[in-house]
T-cell receptor
């Protein structure tokens, strides 16, 4: 497994502002992902953070709204831009790391965002 | 985005009872995973299944990878209060994207 640290753990933000969420892993990993979990809902993949290149976004998510950085194999950031109350969610970072059998995704504790 | 159908949506059971939940998909997967999410935490991996028909246990938890590769179930035996939480199945076709189920919210009463 991997130890994943996300910061901040929670924040309350004003409409129109932006928040950058950090994800730090204790070992080098090839693939990192960002998910959104809206209140009472399941997890939805926002994008795959690629080291050294632009992130790969899922349908319904765009770079202007959710810019992502991946400067190295242990760190990534997700920015939620020009926030509105609809952006209030839990944002989760995950990493793909190997086990004896196959690669598994492990998750950070998440960032709880409330937008007023 | 795509999600897997997970049932039941919620369960309210007495401590000591067994629990069963399942997940179905219209697509096949190579890997099925079961996660548990406690309040204020991220999902934690419980069991990973890698081939059709596989039955795997982790303590009081047992999960199976369906023969058709389109479904999976999770059983919890002799439930205890700390089993409370939300259980998610997830399917994986390649070694990258996970498709998550809609979740089963479990409440255990003493």
């Amino acid at each position: 497994s991997a130890v994943i640290s996300q910061k901040p753990s929670r924040d309350i933000c004003q409409r129109g502002t932006s928040l950058t969420i950090q994800c730090q892993v204790d070992s080098q990993v090839t693939m990192m992902f960002w998910y959104r979990q809206q209140p009472g809902q399941s997890l939805t993949l926002i994008a795959t953070a690629n080291q050294g290149s632009e992130a790969t976004y899922e349908s319904g998510f765009v770079i202007d709204k959710f810019p992502i950085s991946r400067p190295n194999l242990t760190f990534s950031t997700l920015t939620v831009s020009n926030m509105s109350p609809e952006d209030s969610s839990i944002y989760l970072c995950s990493v793909l790391t190997g086990t004896f059998n196959a690669d598994i995704q492990y998750f950070g504790a998440g960032t709880r965002l409330s937008v007023l | 985005g795509q999600q897997l159908n997970q049932s039941p949506q919620s369960m309210f059971i007495q401590e000591g009872e067994d629990v069963s939940m399942n997940c179905t998909s219209s697509s096949i997967f190579n890997t099925w995973l079961w996660y548990k999410q406690d309040p204020g935490e991220g999902p934690v991996l419980l069991i990973a299944l890698y081939k059709a028909g596989e039955l795997t246990s982790n303590g009081r938890l047992t999960a199976q990878f369906g023969i058709t590769r389109k479904d999976s179930f999770l059983n919890i035996s002799a439930s205890i209060p700390s089993d409370v939480g939300i259980y998610f199945c997830a399917g994986q076709y390649n070694t990258d994207k996970l498709i998550f189920g809609t979740g089963t919210r479990l409440q255990v009463f003493p």
